[in-house]
C-alpha cells in the first residue's frame, strides 16, 4: 500500500465509546473518582494521537442522557472533573488549532458549566486541524427525537414542507449538524454494544472493541483499531469497494 492509499484509508471520523474506569478502580482497589482522574488523562493521550495520525474529527461519548441515574456523588465528581478539563485544557486545544464542540442536552448541565462550554466552544471555532466533540448529556433517542420534534414545529408554523423531510434534511436538525458521519467507532472495556451512541449516525459505521478500560487506552490501541479499520472493506450497501 503506497502512502496515498494510507492516507484514504485513515477514517476521517473516529467516535470513541469512554467505557471501564469504575471498573479499572474497582481492580485496584480505588473509588471509582480515581478511576475517572485516570481516564481524563487518557482523552488527553487521544486527542494528540488522533491529531498526529492525521483524523480530523474525534468525537468522545464522555456522559451519557441514561448517567443522570448514577448516585449524586458521582455525577458531582465527573461534573468536577468537567469543570476542570474545560478551564485547563481549552487554551491548550486552541494553542494547537483545536476546535472543541459539545452535543446533548446541554441545558441540563450546571449554568456555570453551560457558560464554560459556550467560552470555549466560541474561541476555538475558527480552528481547524482537528475537530474534538465531546458527547455531554447525550443520548442518541434524545437526538433524533429532539430532530423530528423541531421539524415538526417548522411544519406547523408553515416554515417547512412535509415532502421536503428526507435524510439530508433530518440531519441538519441533529445536534451533531457540520460532523461527518463517524467512519469508525471504538468502544473499550470489552462491552460489545452502542449504548444510545449516535444511533443515526452509525449507519454504516465500522466498530472495534477492546478489552482494555479506558483508563488504560492509550496510543498504541488507537494504532491497532486504525490498522483494523483499514483492512475492512467498506461498501456502503453496494458491491463497489471502498476508495
Not at 480552528?127 to 474534538?132: E, G, I, K, V
Given at each position: 500500500m503506497n502512502v496515498d492509499e494510507h492516507e484514504k484509508l485513515t477514517p476521517k471520523h473516529v467516535a470513541i465509546i469512554?467505557?471501564?474506569?469504575?471498573?479499572?478502580?474497582?481492580?485496584r482497589g480505588l473509588p471509582r473518582l480515581a478511576g475517572h482522574r485516570k481516564g481524563a488523562e487518557s482523552v488527553r493521550e487521544a486527542v494528540e494521537a488522533a491529531g498526529d495520525m492525521g483524523i480530523p474529527y474525534l468525537t468522545l461519548f464522555s456522559f451519557s442522557s441514561e448517567n443522570w441515574r448514577r448516585p449524586e456523588t458521582e455525577i458531582n465528581d465527573l461534573m468536577g472533573l468537567l469543570r476542570r478539563y474545560l478551564k485547563s485544557e481549552i487554551a491548550e486545544l486552541?494553542?494547537?488549532?483545536?476546535?472543541?464542540?459539545?452535543?446533548?442536552?446541554?441545558?441540563?448541565?450546571?449554568?456555570?458549566?453551560?457558560?464554560?462550554?459556550e467560552e470555549a466552544e466560541r474561541t476555538t471555532e475558527g480552528?481547524?486541524?482537528?475537530?474534538?466533540t465531546l458527547a455531554l448529556s447525550y443520548g442518541g433517542?434524545?437526538?433524533?427525537?429532539?430532530?423530528?420534534?423541531?421539524i415538526a414545529q417548522s411544519v406547523k408554523l408553515g416554515l417547512l414542507e412535509p415532502d421536503a423531510v428526507n435524510e439530508a434534511l433530518f440531519e441538519n436538525y441533529l445536534w451533531s449538524v457540520g460532523l461527518p458521519d463517524p467512519d469508525?467507532?471504538?468502544r473499550t472495556s470489552g462491552e460489545k454494544r452502542i449504548s444510545n451512541?449516535?444511533?443515526?449516525?452509525?449507519?454504516?459505521?465500522?466498530?472495534?472493541?477492546?478489552?482494555?478500560?479506558?483508563?488504560?487506552?492509550?496510543?498504541s490501541i488507537l494504532e491497532q483499531a486504525i490498522e483494523d479499520f483499514r483492512r475492512r472493506d467498506r461498501r456502503f450497501g453496494t458491491t463497489a469497494h471502498y476508495a
Open positions: 469512554m467505557d471501564g474506569n469504575g471498573r479499572w478502580a474497582k481492580q486552541h494553542g494547537k488549532n483545536i476546535r472543541f464542540r459539545v452535543i446533548g442536552e446541554r441545558k441540563r448541565l450546571a449554568p456555570d458549566i453551560q457558560k464554560l462550554v480552528n481547524t486541524r482537528q475537530t474534538l433517542r434524545a437526538e433524533i427525537a429532539d430532530a423530528a420534534r423541531r469508525l467507532i471504538i451512541f449516535l444511533l443515526w449516525q452509525c449507519a454504516y459505521s465500522e466498530f472495534f472493541f477492546t478489552d482494555v478500560y479506558w483508563p488504560d487506552f492509550n496510543r
